[in-house]
């Protein structure tokens, strides 16, 4: 019988585009994909240390599902990901019925650990349960992962992060940054254009600061844009400081790539920039975003932001509410502070409560919601350009999509199929989404 295998994914897209690179291993040694847990023979859980609840989640989601192996006890749990490599061998202590821990930079070593050949076997050793740590050579060339939608696919170009924003864990679990080489980025984008896929999102931690041989991102964009078959290229997460002359014109100019961009303002103080280590000011992320829209006024921009980060002041967050107001971001992720073991805020005391930064979140999210209502109206009457996803969840006769700027629209059509573009005049707005007809 073939062995099963299951991947819950938690966190970014790059966890979600390492799922499927260790599905694509797996799958080299004769596994099988299965979602039915009492099927599964291998469970990994593919997890994220962003904020401490995630990994609260991934443990009580682990320790629920120790149910199968009292009625299958050789069964193996696998854990891979951030808080593989943040907790270690704590994470064996803490959850019992884990079989495996590996880190970002040890997937290749899964293979051989579960599968060994029986010649290599060493019958006086057990074989090591915890395997972490970082190798900045290892950058899985020539191990593409298995593509997990037929028209649109993650791609890793970059892991690791050089920055130490002081309140981010990821370096302290990705490790420093390493670049891929764009040859072997280029395989795999004209390996996934070979079997349907249009649209392509590149990955990194800083995915705007790849370079590799002479190759800065501007020019990776533009090779990649070159590949038969890519419709449209977009990527996360990008970091302000990388923004140059060379790459808004590639955006502004290249068709390929969309009219959209996340960048994480993190916060509207300069004050509390400087205290996070972001390495800009409030006036030089504003100039970013005026470059971005000076061709396109309707050019997606979304980011992230903290309320209530250690030192937050009122009036560090109402420069906050007034960065908002002066971006008009098409819509924002909005987080209240939570301090990660090992960062050097996580070393202050706060001065915050958590009603406080509560508040401050809900000020945030209502300020949005108004920005995204009137953003939206503005596409009200446009003809765009849409990917067609599938049918919609909440009528099957209908179909759903995004724009180019990362806009979700419903439609209706009698042809469309997923993977196809269609062009859609936005006709309304409901609650918070577009509505289109097929022209």
Known sequence: MPTHYLIDTYGCQM????????ASMLEKNG???TEDPEVADLFFFNTCSVREKAEESAKARISKMKFYKKHRPWIKFIVTGCMAEHLGTRLIEQVDCIDYVFGPDQYNKIPNLLFPHPLAV?????PKRVVTG?????NYLGEYAKLSHPFSSYVTIQRGCNFRCSYCIVPYVRGREKYRASADVLREVEEAADRGVSEICL??????AYRESGMDFADLLVKIADVHGIHRIRFMSPHPRFYTEKLIDVLQNVPEVCPHAH???QSGSDAMLKKMLRRYTVDEFMRILEKLRGKNPLYGLTTDVIAGFVGESDEDFEMTMSAFREAQFDAAFMFIYSPREGTESAKEIETLSESQKQERLARLVELQNAITLERNKLMIGRTEEILVEGPSSRDANEWVGK?????KVIFSSDSA?????VNCRIDEIRGWTLRGTVV
Do not use: H, M, W
């Open 203 to 208: 990955l990194g931690q800083t995915v705007n």
């Open 31 to 33: 596994c099988v994909p």
């Open 403 to 407: 724009t180019g700027s990362f806009k």
């Open 263 to 265: 960048i994480p303002i």
């Open 122 to 126: 060493n019958k006086r050793t057990l």
């Open 134 to 138: 970082f190798e900045y050579s290892e």
């Open 15 to 22: 966890n979600e585009y390492d799922s499927a690179l260790i």
């Open 417 to 421: 199929k997923p993977g196809d573009y």
